[in-house]
Structures are given as structure tokens and as C-alpha cells.
Nanobody, 124 residues
Framework: QVQLVESGGGTVQAGGSLRLSCAAS????????MAWFRQAPGKEREGVAG???????LYAPFVKGRFTISRDNVKNTLYLQMNSLKPEDTAIYYC??????????????????WGQGTQVTVSS
């Protein structure tokens, strides 16, 4: 079992920045894929960014160049640095972990563990 706890959400004005954290505990493995997803009201959950066991990063087109995913294997923590935030980035952000090294951020079903989510609100 893996437990994931997100933090760092909040309300920010358009153009601002936030850094989300996801603390992992339990049977963690730094060689496995971890990712960030988000879900806005009335919309399906969508992949934002992933980091593979080999260190490769994947980003959704709508965040590329603005968001950066990283992980600290000593602290067992996943991060999402979000810059140049837009009102359309408003959503609940979830971290997720998979049981494989590679990531596919268009397939939420491949992830075994999910955090409870943290709310990000971007005002215009």
C-alpha cells in the first residue's frame, strides 16, 4: 500500500505561482511512475504531468512551459511547480502513483494509488 497526501493548493491571481507537494509513504518505490492529474467541476479528470522511473518528464500540452514536475527521492515527495497560472487551471489537483516505471498521463486507470486532492483556484 502507498499513501499519498497533497498540499500546497490555494487561491492565486492569474499570472501567479503555486507549488504543490505530494508526500508518499508506505511501500514506495522511487523507480516507479508518479503523476499529477486535475479535475475541474463538470469535467473529466485529466493528466497534467508525469515523471517516469528513469527521470523522463511528460506534460500535457496545455501546461508545457508553465508547469514543472519533480521528485525528491530522499523525502519521498513529488512536486508540481506551477507558474503563469490561468483561470482555466482552476481544479482539484491529485497526485497518483503507478506500479510501472513508464508513465501515460492520458490513462488514469493505470495508476494504483491516489491522494485526496488539493484545490487550486486562479482568479482573473
Amino acid at each position: 500500500q502507498v499513501q499519498l497526501v497533497e498540499s500546497g493548493g490555494g487561491t492565486v491571481q492569474a499570472g501567479g505561482s503555486l507549488r504543490l507537494s505530494c508526500a508518499a509513504s508506505g511501500n514506495t518505490d522511487s523507480d516507479l511512475c508518479m503523476a499529477w492529474f486535475r479535475q475541474a467541476p463538470g469535467k473529466e479528470r485529466e493528466g497534467v504531468a508525469g515523471i517516469e522511473g528513469g527521470g523522463s518528464h511528460l506534460y500535457a500540452p496545455f501546461v508545457k512551459g508553465r508547469f514543472t514536475i519533480s521528485r525528491d527521492n530522499v523525502k519521498n515527495t513529488l512536486y508540481l511547480q506551477m507558474n503563469s497560472l490561468k483561470p482555466e487551471d482552476t481544479a482539484i489537483y491529485y497526485c497518483a502513483s503507478a506500479s510501472v516505471r513508464w508513465c501515460e498521463i492520458t490513462t488514469p486507470g493505470m495508476y494504483n494509488y491516489w491522494g485526496q486532492g488539493t484545490q487550486v483556484t486562479v482568479s482573473s
